[in-house]
């Protein structure tokens, strides 16, 4: 069969997207493995498909790089929402999406007929730690010890629909994360493996982050990773609720409020890289 697709990316976090509105997709976590190779397949962090919903105006589904499939993805619903709006699927400026995390409400930047930026309703940050889950001798992990590979670590735990481990430092830049990463996503009290985030605070509004997300190794970017970071930073007391945050990633920057009711709003950009159609057998 041939499939057609779109290749978008929000802050550098690019995933390969397939209108389900139109086709069928079977098997997406083994194809999210064969597509996502970037020297075999079109390259990617995974991919993601664009369904419809009797709940809301559209569905999202996505998968990994490794073929497991994520609850939430930040950067993701940003551009399924440009799609939906560009393309003239759902035109509205505010758009309803289910996750299998929830629905999340989107309100969009248009410009020129066009999505520029879009504002995400990520809910309540989670921090109970048998709901994010991470096994653990306390109800909420606030800067607690972690060991791994030898070395202890301080450890915030977070869930915006995926499990977060905040970790802060003052040197990203000698980070090996392609081998403390690993370790982290598969160490044992966190049995839904986790999504790690290296943070160093450069002022009380301004965070720099590097991400190992699970089943995908080292992205530019992590929309949940940097809502996790800022919600991980107001409890560490580096930064304040109800103030915009940024945080400075790979592939470029996210705001983020964790306000004082508890929800988390993301603001950042999407953007279409190509459209392309491509056999599968």
């Known amino acids: 069969m041939r499939a057609k697709f779109t290749k978008m990316q929000g802050?550098?976090?690019?995933?390969?997207?397939?209108?389900?509105?139109?086709?069928?997709?079977?098997?997406?976590?083994?194809?999210?493995?064969?597509?996502?190779?970037r020297h075999f397949g079109i390259g990617g962090d995974g991919i993601v498909l664009i369904c419809p919903s009797e709940v809301a105006d559209a569905k999202m589904r996505m998968f990994n790089g490794d073929g497991s499939e994520g609850k939430m993805c930040g950067n993701a619903i940003r551009c399924v929402g440009k799609y939906l709006?560009?393309?003239?699927?759902?035109?509205?400026?505010?758009?309803?999406?289910?996750?299998?995390?929830?629905?999340?409400?989107?309100?969009?930047?248009?410009?020129?007929?066009?999505?520029?930026?879009?504002?995400?309703?990520?809910?309540?940050?989670?921090?109970?730690?048998?709901?994010?889950?991470?096994?653990?001798?306390?109800?909420?992990?606030?800067?607690?010890?972690?060991?791994?590979?030898?070395?202890?670590?301080?450890?915030?735990?977070?869930?915006?629909?995926?499990?977060?481990?905040?970790?802060?430092?003052?040197?990203?830049?000698?980070?090996?994360?392609?081998?403390?990463?690993?370790?982290?996503?598969?160490?044992?009290?966190?049995?839904?493996?986790?999504?790690?985030?290296?943070?160093?605070?450069?002022?009380?509004r301004t965070l720099r982050m590097r991400v190992w997300e699970r089943g995908s190794g080292e992205t530019w970017a992590c929309g949940t990773g940097a809502c996790a970071t800022a919600v991980a930073a107001v409890l560490n007391g580096y930064c304040k609720q109800d103030e915009e945050i940024e945080i400075i990633l790979k592939g470029g920057t996210l705001k983020i409020n964790y306000r004082a009711d508890g929800t988390v709003m993301m603001t950042g950009g999407a953007e279409i890289v190509f459209d392309g159609e491509i056999e599968i057998f």
């Open 11 to 37: 802050t550098g976090n690019d995933y390969i997207y397939f209108n389900c509105f139109d086709q069928t997709i079977s098997h997406p976590e083994d194809l999210s493995m064969i597509l996502s190779d």
């Open 85 to 204: 709006y560009d393309r003239g699927i759902v035109k509205k400026e505010r758009l309803d999406i289910e996750t299998l995390s929830g629905i999340k409400h989107l309100d969009m930047k248009v410009e020129g007929g066009a999505v520029k930026s879009v504002t995400v309703d990520m809910g309540k940050a989670e921090l109970q730690a048998s709901k994010i889950p991470v096994i653990y001798d306390a109800e909420q992990v606030i800067n607690q010890p972690i060991e791994v590979a030898g070395q202890t670590y301080r450890m915030t735990c977070v869930s915006m629909g995926n499990p977060h481990c905040v970790v802060f430092m003052n040197d990203l830049d000698h980070l090996k994360l392609e081998e403390i990463g690993p370790d982290f996503e598969r160490h044992p009290v966190f049995p839904d493996r986790v999504n790690t985030e290296f943070v160093q605070v450069l002022g009380p």
